[in-house]
């Protein structure tokens, strides 16, 4: 037994001696920090000779920013190296690394990764062989990218070779687009964004259809310019019209100043075939190529001193622009295209602008006819000086200023003959008896140089509008507020034609109106103070003007008929119909002396909520209802009446809630015993869902026929959301069966499909603008900095054209 014990003391001393002629080495399982690295596995093994440890089972290293997973590890803290093997993984606070094994340069921060991937946020990096240069830089070969959160990824590229700087650009060698893994168009090098911000680089194509132009593929460059500055450059292939060039520059100078230039070039192969360009031609023109552009410019400018400068440029080559491509000029329908620019200062209590306006008429047949018969502004000047007091006394003051250049670069008044029945005037042409002319390429405008006040019109000349009231407001018994006003009106007129070049308007209005206010307040009875509670306005008013005094010598400008034989109303509309009336038609309603004797009986409803926003109370007029009708006293008091007393009777209604609103304006004519209509209904809901519907129904007076010119109109309009399916149209139908040509007029949708993922969105977008040629689009947008894609907004269909 004594033998035993000895030989096992011997056995254990030899052993010792041979552990201590070999490197120390360790054993444990636990946590250790070594040369500023924090080492944690379920084994490990030291080797301190050489500096080296091994680990193995849930391993995890921690080195200043990076967390490094592994089931086995071996680290070097001489070289500063990490083999890394088994679901390796590398946070670092901008990526995620993982692969089956990686060799590291952990003081670096660079190395190789095997059969792995780098995630940055959503975009995420695939590859046999990744390496990674940097903190943000990497190497990917035969690999792959997407940035699709989901698994797999709806879309993606892979290429020979990736060099990718997070934060920056992805440039990938030999790139194919991938949906659903399966390969669809090849390139032959890519540069994708990394990050959110703006870069340059090309933007997703887009696919076009339409019968007029055919099939249409647009590339699209995107160019940063600097921080408050950017370019798109667009190239369209159309397969019948040819190539055609879009630019567009946008600006920010400020948070209220901003500027956006759109521009388009193109030589249309299909328009000069056309008929109505054929038409018109002469024969030696017939065919010939023809260069269409528009140009569309919007500024708004903020200057020191109070100063606003702004401008709206619309113009194009032709005037079929805007019906062929509504979504460029974005004015298809208007009767011109509108070119202001101004300049104005406004302060406390005055106004001064400087504006010029140049009007293209776009309601000629000739789609290259000339511009000569449009009127412009050029310029207008205005000073408008409101409420003041008029020094110690209770009496408050305010004048109005307005000098207006109206011309055109062709004659100063148009040449018109009468019809058969002397019921209109139309401009005196070749072809005697014809007032549409303009479609006729056989009849041509006949302009002899002289004027004639007993048929012609004047349309051109200068205008100095000189307006100044007095007023002060009482309370009669607290119950009723009382506002009488003074005012005197001057008008200075020099023509450009005729024997009388000269003519001066002088007269003095007086006014006074009587306004009472009922008050109900509804839910006050509620215990609760920060209870919501409705505010109902109930206000009758009584409006009486009149004009005692006027002071106006006749002249042609004005027409051949007695003036006081007229009554014209603030709101009546100057149209076409005027041309055959006996008083002409001037520059605008400013040059009519209208309400020359007028009561208007006005009943007001308004309900007020007032709710709680945190601890401030908001009050929101969520709904109106107005009513109105005049009785004319100076007509009334006529020997022979030229039309009856009492006005029309014009109702509005207004409701914004947070789920429905209404905007509806009704106006009945007694003497037609129609009612003019429009009227807007939209129902929607917290998820961007809708249901509109909006009716506009028009009759003219002075029509031989009413119901065959109404406009009566219908519009649809309705948008859906949901996780793979945005979706949302209009359309417009024609209701009056006395004078239509097609039950649908236009009609726009837009459906946004979602693939899985939140990653990337094809438009399919197709419409069909008044008149018009149906067009086709589908565009697809790529989330490339992993921001998932807004769903359209609504106003999106207000630019095809209805």
């Known amino acids: 037994m004594i033998k035993q014990r000895v ?8 052993f010792s001696g041979f552990f201590a002629l070999i490197p120390l080495r360790a054993r444990a399982q636990a946590s250790a920090r070594l040369q500023d690295i924090l080492l944690n596995a379920d084994s490990s093994i030291r080797d301190s000779e050489n500096q080296t440890m091994e680990l193995e089972g849930n391993v995890q290293i921690v080195f200043k920013n990076q967390h490094i997973k592994a089931d086995k590890a071996k680290v070097n803290f001489l070289t500063r190296q990490a083999e890394l093997t088994g679901n390796v993984e590398i946070a670092t606070p901008k990526a995620m690394i993982a692969g089956s094994a990686a060799s590291l340069d952990y003081e670096n921060n660079t190395g190789i990764i095997y059969n792995g991937y780098v995630q940055s946020g959503p975009v995420v990096f695939s590859g046999a062989i990744l390496q990674k240069a940097g903190e943000d830089e990497y190497y990917i070969s035969d690999a792959e990218y997407t940035a699709c959160t989901n698994c797999p990824a709806t879309w993606g590229f892979s290429g020979s070779h990736i060099r990718a700087e997070l934060g920056g650009y992805a440039y990938i060698k030999n790139p194919f687009l991938k949906i659903y893994s399966v390969p669809v168009i090849w390139l032959p090098y890519l540069i994708v964004p990394l990050k959110s911000d703006r870069q340059t680089g090309l933007l997703p194509p887009r696919i076009e ?3 007029a132009g055919g099939w249409a593929l647009s590339e699209s460059f995107f160019w940063a310019l600097s921080r408050n500055t950017d370019a798109t450059f667009t190239f369209t292939n159309y397969e019948k019209r040819g190539l055609k060039g ?32 054929t038409q018109f031609e002469t024969p030696g023109r017939k065919g010939q190529d023809l260069s269409r552009w528009f140009v ?8 020191p001193g109070d100063f606003i400068q702004r401008a709206q440029i619309n113009a194009a080559s032709d005037l079929q622009y805007p019906k062929d491509f509504p979504e460029e000029t974005l004015n298809h329908g208007d009767a011109a295209m509108d070119n202001r620019v101004s300049l104005t200062k406004n302060d406390f209590d005055r106004h001064l602008s400087l504006d010029t306006s140049y009007y293209v008429n776009l309601l000629q047949s000739n789609a290259l006819a000339s511009n000569n018969n449009a009127v412009h502004r050029l310029p207008e000047i205005r000073y408008t000086q409101t409420s003041r007091k008029l020094g110690n006394s209770s009496l408050l003051y305010s004048y109005n200023l307005d000098y207006v250049n109206f011309t055109r670069s062709g004659p100063s008044f148009d040449n018109l003959e009468y019809s058969a029945d002397r019921s209109y005037r139309y401009m005196k042409n070749t072809c005697t008896g014809n007032p549409i002319y303009d479609k006729d390429p056989a009849c041509r405008l006949l302009l002899d140089g002289n004027f004639d006040p007993a048929t012609d019109l004047l349309r051109t000349g200068q ?15 607290g119950y009723m507020d009382l506002l009488p006003s003074l005012s005197y009106r001057e008008t200075h007129y020099q023509f450009n034609a005729g024997e009388d070049p000269y003519n001066v308007r002088r007269y003095a209005r007086a006014s006074l109106s009587a306004k009472t206010t009922l008050s109900q307040v509804y839910g006050a009875e509620d215990s609760n103070p920060r209870a919501n509670k409705y505010k109902h306005d109930f206000q009758p008013e009584i409006i009486a003007t009149t004009i005692p005094w006027l002071y106006h010598p006749r002249h042609d ?30 520059f605008d309603y400013t040059d009519r002396v209208y309400d020359r004797g007028l009561v208007t009986f006005v009943l007001n409803n308004k309900l007020i909520q007032k709710k709680w926003v945190g601890d401030l109370p908001q009050y929101l007029q969520i709904a109106s209802f107005k009513i109105f009708q005049s009785y004319d006293t100076y007509q009334a008091g006529l020997r022979n009446r030229t039309r009856d007393p009492w006005s029309d009777v014009t109702a509005i209604l207004d409701v914004r809630l947070s789920q429905f609103q209404t905007y509806t304006v009704l106006t009945y004519m007694p003497d037609l015993k129609v009612t003019n209509i429009s009227s807007r209904v939209r129902l929607n809901n917290d998820f961007g ?26 519009t649809f309009g309705a948008g859906f959301t949901s996780g793979y399916l945005n979706l949302m149209g209009k359309f417009v139908y024609d209701a009056n069966w006395a004078n239509r040509q097609k039950n649908i007029k236009s009609w726009a949708y837009v459906a946004q499909i979602k693939p899985p993922g939140e990653c990337w969105v094809i438009n399919l977008t197709q419409f069909l603008p008044t008149g018009g040629d149906t067009k086709t689009f589908v565009n697809f947008e790529y989330s490339f900095g992993g921001e998932p894609k807004p769903a359209l907004p609504p106003e999106t269909l207000d630019q095809f054209g209805f």
């Not at 030989?7 to 030899?14: H, P």
């Not at 009554?567 to 076409?576: E, G, I, K, R």
């Open 463 to 477: 205008r100095l509008d000189a307006t100044g009231t007095l007023y002060r407001s009482f309370t009669l018994g």
């Open 557 to 586: 400008f004005f027409g051949h008929a007695n003036e006081t034989d007229g009554t014209f109303y603030m709101s009546d509309n100057l149209s076409d119909t005027d041309t055959g009336s006996p008083y002409g038609i001037q």
């Open 296 to 303: 569309r410019y919007d500024h708004y400018y903020e200057m």
């Open 689 to 714: 869902q809708f249901f509109q519907v909006q009716l506009t129904k028009t009759f003219k007076r002075h029509e031989q026929d009413i119901n065959r010119t109404r406009v009566e109109d219908y």
């Open 209 to 211: 259809n339409s019968s």
């Open 246 to 277: 879009l630019a567009e520059y946008r600006y920010v100078f400020g948070e209220h100043s901003y500027g956006n230039f759109n521009s388009g070039f193109i030589v249309d192969r299909v328009f000069k075939n056309e008929p109505r360009v």
């Open 7 to 14: 030989l096992i003391a011997l056995l254990l001393f030899l």
